[in-house]
């Protein structure tokens, strides 16, 4: 059975500066993964996908790796702003079977002005 | 326009009331899903439907009904309410059920739902 673990649970930074989050999973036969931003109250927000044959995605000032073999992915967020504070999950899509998705118990980032 | 939009926002009801949960999407895709987010912000898939069929069925309680009069909408029925199933209920949705390159689910901005 999948499972998705992110650390750290909760993380605080000063504005400006470069940060990393994690994602592991247990069982690296995934389709795709996929960094969500959830802010409060809110849906999610899909941010990068990253498909199994890829190594990374990028998006402005985001950049997600993709170690599927060692089960591992990163978000990397640089120059953080307040604004980026919420709550950011990982998702991953199994190879097969339906279109599926197990998600990690998230990162909750605060960037302090 | 709201991509995937789910009424009501807040409901709060008394245990072994009936209650409905409403969601709709104008992205034309094909495919429904219902997610269930616990306490502890674990977001767990409950549901999805394609082209008026159930594709999935987690584990759930029977209690729990998804129905779709359309192609474009996807309620969630849940019968006997019980206080454990107080969470944040998300709808999303995708363009198909099948493998694409581009497979992205959309989500709702989640129904919370308060048992007492």
């Known amino acids: 059975k999948q499972e998705v673990t992110q650390i750290p649970a909760a993380l605080s930074v000063p504005e400006g500066e470069n940060l990393v989050l994690n994602c592991s999973f247990t069982d690296s036969a995934i389709y795709n993964l996929q960094w969500f931003r959830q802010d409060p109250g809110k849906g999610l927000t899909s941010l990068l996908l990253i498909q199994s044959s890829q190594r990374e995605q990028t998006s402005g000032r985001l950049n997600a790796s993709l170690d599927k073999s060692s089960g591992r992915s990163t978000l990397y967020i640089a120059a953080s702003q307040p604004g980026d504070s919420a709550t950011y999950l990982c998702a991953v899509r199994p190879e097969t079977g339906a279109n599926n998705l197990f998600f990690g118990t998230g990162t909750r980032l605060t960037v302090i002005p | 326009d709201t991509a995937v939009s789910q009424t009501p926002k807040y409901l709060v009801t008394q245990m072994g009331n009936d209650k409905s949960i409403k969601c709709e999407q104008n992205?034309?895709?094909?495919?429904m899903y219902w997610y269930k987010q616990d306490s502890k912000k674990f977001l767990k898939i409950m549901f999805s439907?394609?082209?008026?069929?159930?594709?999935i069925n987690e584990t759930v309680p029977n209690r729990f009904s998804p129905k779709s009069p359309d192609k474009a909408h996807l309620n969630l029925h849940i019968n006997s309410l019980e206080l454990g199933d107080s969470a944040v209920y998300f709808c999303?949705?995708?363009?198909?059920?099948?493998?694409?390159?581009?497979?992205?689910?959309?989500f709702g901005p989640g129904t919370r739902l308060t048992v007492l």
């Open positions: 999303a949705s995708s363009q198909a059920f099948s493998f694409t390159s581009t497979d992205t689910q959309y």
């Open positions: 439907y394609n082209n008026k069929e159930l594709i």
């Open positions: 992205l034309g895709h094909d495919t």
